[in-house]
């Protein structure tokens, strides 16, 4: 199949037709030197089969299964899998490098500066391959003859059977000497790439760089607003940037249709800036990515959540029942508020009282108390009011995290256990989350996670709660050990909302309520996908702000589902509150109520400090507004279920951006604030104050606004502008859809 010459002569190499049309698109984007050929040869040959072109370079291409080496007399290679460039190496630009430095890890209440002085980087020039494995397998030894054979690094790519992608592939990458790694993959400068776990400013991650390290995402996340820089001149870290997450993941996709999902646990960095290379850069001496393939975008992402993700085909169904509304304060506090919900017509399908242990009152704003049992004096006759509420189809829900107040008989019960993590002295950790100390269940110790599992069941689960947020993981400092067993504190730091996350699952599961009991995450890294039932956004900002308000909710609900885990909500209104600074309107309210109705989950939160801030219970008007809104949520009840089903079966996230849809629709490449919602509505949500129209972008389908009474049907692609009042979040639905009867009885019910 292949011919060559030599490197002095034009030559003409026979391929496959796909090949060609590959290499050609790669090569063309001026990367590399090489003219096509129009005409064909004078010989005969199937046109559908095969093709012609003259190259001005000598390159070998050899065909490995879903592995295509092209590899030049020189020291060159790329290498391709399914026919799309992966690996790409030569002497100017390597595709490894190794290197030292030092690196400082600052904690302050779950915020970490990281100053990195990277001391020694070596290019690793020369790369010798070995096609001996052919055609399962490739290998290549990089070096750098300054320092051969000191340092060498050992590349492998082999080729793996799986179900769920088209092709798929396992990079093995090992070094001595050194304990930094650069590795590089091909890129060009239009290709665009998502995931990377819940990222909240960015969409499409090229042109940036986003280091995979669990923290809390601070406020403002962003270093050139006023908010953040006053936040960080108080308490450096705690503003947050644009890559700062709860959920970071070493998991992203290309518009080249294939993912790579990084195993790595220690600190690394995805770094897109390049428009030649995607670089990941690992403290370790070691990296294993896994490639899969696909026709598309929406297959790729189906195999991405099937593989890493274990979600299950139906939620409970009391969360159709209405919203989860959040109060505090007390039983009777709780039964007023409810009251005044279900007087004024709001659908409710749970009280949420976070404060369920106890609270007490910092410098933030009301916190609670981290002893997780019934506080009997903040909350008597607790057991019987869940009880009675039930008969109601009211259920109550609660709060927990993996860390226990100082204070509390918890924390003294688990010290003595030896079930916390200790510092390097080998004293139990007491950490500062910000007006008081706790320590933190140390997970890898079998015993301390059935212990915790255990307390879930009997305090949580067993006293009557239906749902419970599972809160934090992001603040393991490096100095924090195991004892349970020898541990790296660098991969612990990444590892233990992971462990936080099976613990609870292990609960639902030994309970036997996973189908009837919903808790809601914050934290994850790489493996948490498999163990989680449903993720929250964390803790937004009480305005617009597209970095770290309304907006950037919508970006984490998207990013995620592109990075193995496809249900996801928000606190409605938002959560941080600063006072002078940053408290909720009723706009701002009712905006994040109107677009989480076509979300899997709505669930409202009052914020940290409640007083300051719009609740929906704060007025008549705003109750029966959301009334209306629980209530079309309620109404879209089959529907929810078939989409959160979706995700389970198929793979496709809840919430999905366009592109995923409309592939050959390139203007949906890069929206970022509509969505998808299911595979028939399409969700724009406004996310500016004062707006009564809004322009929304409909891709290639015949499509119907939720609330044209006239039913016109609009053909896309188009830009269409329409009526955006509050309380209509601008949503179409496919004119086809089987579920346009239903939509149209909840538009004649609630058009007003």
């Not at 970490?112 to 990277?118: A, K, R, S």
């Not at 995700?647 to 970022?672: K, R, W």
Request: aromatic content about 12%; proline content about 5%; overall charge negative.
């Amino acid at each position: 199949m292949v011919k060559y010459q030599t490197r002095t002569l034009p030559i003409f190499i026979v391929v496959d037709k796909e090949i060609l049309r590959k290499i050609e698109g790669y090569y063309l984007s001026g990367l590399f030197d090489i003219r096509v050929e129009a005409q064909t040869s004078g010989k005969r040959m199937d046109s559908s089969l095969k093709c012609v072109f003259l190259i001005s370079l000598v390159y070998c291409v050899v065909k490995v299964n879903s592995l295509t080496l092209t590899q030049s007399f020189e020291n060159q290679f790329i290498l391709f899998i399914d026919d799309q460039p992966l690996i790409e190496h030569n002497g100017v630009e390597p595709a490894i490098a190794v290197g030292s430095s030092d690196t400082n890890f600052t904690e302050d209440q779950g915020n970490f500066i990281i100053n990195e002085d990277i001391f020694e980087k070596i290019e690793l020039s020369t790369c010798d391959t070995d096609q001996s494995g052919m055609p399962t397998l490739f290998k290549a030894r990089c070096y750098n003859a300054e320092y051969f054979p000191e340092i060498a690094v050992d590349v492998v790519v082999e080729e793996k059977d799986s179900t769920l992608f088209r092709k798929f592939a396992v990079i093995n990458v090992t070094h001595s000497g050194r304990d930094r790694l650069w590795f590089r993959l091909a890129s060009n400068s239009t290709e665009k790439i998502y995931g990377a776990g819940e990222q909240f400013t960015y969409l499409n991650l090229k042109g940036r760089e986003f280091p995979m390290w669990i923290r809390e995402q601070g406020v403002g996340r962003n270093l050139s607003s006023p908010l953040t820089q006053i936040v960080e001149s108080g308490s450096p870290g705690a503003g947050g940037d644009y890559h700062t997450t709860y959920y970071p993941a070493p998991i992203f996709l290309s518009t080249w249709n294939y993912v790579i999902s990084g195993k790595q646990k220690r600190y690394s960095i995805l770094n897109f800036t390049s428009p030649t290379r995607k670089e990941i850069y690992v403290h370790d001496n070691q990296l294993t990515l896994n490639v899969g393939t696909a026709a598309n975008l929406m297959e790729l992402v189906n195999g991405i959540n099937l593989e890493v993700s274990r979600i299950s085909p139906t939620l409970p169904d009391w969360i159709y029942n209405g919203a989860i509304i959040a109060v505090q304060g007390g039983t009777q506090n709780m039964l007023d508020k409810l009251q005044q919900c279900l007087d004024n017509g709001v659908k409710v399908s749970a009280i949420w009282i976070q404060d369920w242990a106890g609270k007490i009152v910092t410098s933030f704003g009301y916190r609670v108390f981290w002893n997780w049992r019934w506080n009997e004096e903040l909350y008597p006759g607790l057991d019987s009011v869940i009880s009675n509420l039930a008969e109601q189809g009211i259920q109550v829900a609660a709060y927990i995290n993996p860390h226990l107040n100082v204070e509390g008989d918890l924390f003294l019960e688990a010290d003595t256990l030896g079930y916390l993590l200790k510092n390097d002295q080998g004293e139990t950790y007491r950490q500062d989350f910000g007006g008081f100390l706790a320590g933190t269940i140390d997970f890898s110790n079998p015993l301390a996670k059935q212990w915790y599992a255990d307390l879930i069941q009997k305090n949580i689960i067993e006293f009557g709660f239906k749902g419970f947020m599972a809160d934090f993981g992001e603040y393991t400092p490096i100095d924090a050990v195991a004892v349970s067993e020898p541990s790296d504190p660098y991969e612990f730091h990444n590892l233990l909302p992971v462990l936080w996350a099976s613990t609870v699952r292990l609960a639902l599961e030994q309970s036997g309520t996973l189908n009837s009991v919903l808790p809601w995450a914050r934290s994850g890294f790489t493996g948490a996908q498999y163990f989680h039932s449903m993720m929250w956004a964390g803790d937004q900002n009480v305005d617009w702000s597209k970095s770290d308000g309304l907006p950037s909710s919508i970006v984490a609900a998207l990013s995620l589902g592109l990075s193995g885990f496809g249900l996801s909500h928000s606190d409605i209104g938002g959560y941080t509150t600063l006072n002078g600074i940053l408290t909720r309107s009723e706009e701002l309210l009712l905006r994040w109520a109107e677009y989480s109705v076509f979300t899997p989950l709505m669930r409202t939160h009052e914020g940290n400090k409640p007083e300051l801030n719009h609740q929906v219970y704060s007025t008549n008007e705003t109750l029966k507004s959301f009334a209306r809104l629980s209530s079309i949520y309620t109404s879209l009840t089959p529907y929810h279920q078939e989409v959160v089903s979706q995700v389970s079966t198929l793979g496709t996230p809840a919430m999905s951006p366009l592109f995923l849809h409309f592939p050959e629709d390139l203007e949906t490449f890069e929206i970022q604030y509509e969505f998808m919602y299911g595979f028939d509505l399409l969700v724009s949500p406004v996310l500016e104050p004062s707006k009564t129209n809004q322009e929304v972008y409909l891709p290639s389908s015949r499509w119907i606004h939720f609330w044209d009474d006239d039913q016109q049907v609009v053909e896309g692609p188009t830009s269409i502008t329409i009526n955006a009042t509050l309380g209509k979040t601008p949503v179409f639905f496919r004119a086809d859809s089987k579920w346009a009867p239903l939509f149209s009885d909840i538009r004649n019910r609630f058009n007003y």
